[in-house]
Nanobody, 124 residues
């Protein structure tokens, strides 16, 4: 397993941008598919985006497609989530997750390690 630490959350106005980062410990970061999930108050955790081990493949939830971009830097053991044109409904606690599957998974239980989360609040 890896230890994941998210950062970059904050309070912004609708239409603004934020970039989340997730730093991973260990020397096996490049062997993990990485994902971002979010959970809003009173709602279930939902898939946001994921990227394959080498960064060559990505997948997004329909709700963020065209606005969010996931990327990774294996040399820095870090995965990013660039969030543009933020909406009020993007308000949530955002989690980074690492999974051993070579194929992108959109279900949380398919991931092995989780960070503590970083709060994103978008004011309307």
């Amino acid at each position: 397993q890896v230890t994941l630490v998210e950062s970059g959350g904050g309070l912004v106005q609708a239409g603004a941008s934020l970039r989340l980062s997730c730093a991973a410990s260990g020397r096996t970061f490049s062997s993990y598919t990485m994902g971002w999930f979010r959970q809003a108050p009173g709602k279930e955790r939902e898939f946001v985006a994921a990227v394959t081990r080498n960064g060559g493949g990505t997948r997004y939830a329909d709700s963020v497609k065209g606005r969010f971009t996931i990327s990774r830097d294996n040399a820095k053991n870090t995965v990013y989530l660039q969030m543009n044109s933020l909406k009020f409904e993007d308000t949530a606690l955002y989690y980074c997750a690492a999974g051993r599957s070579a194929v992108i998974r959109v279900v949380g239980r398919e991931y092995d390690s989780w960070g503590q989360g970083t709060q994103v609040t978008v004011s309307s």
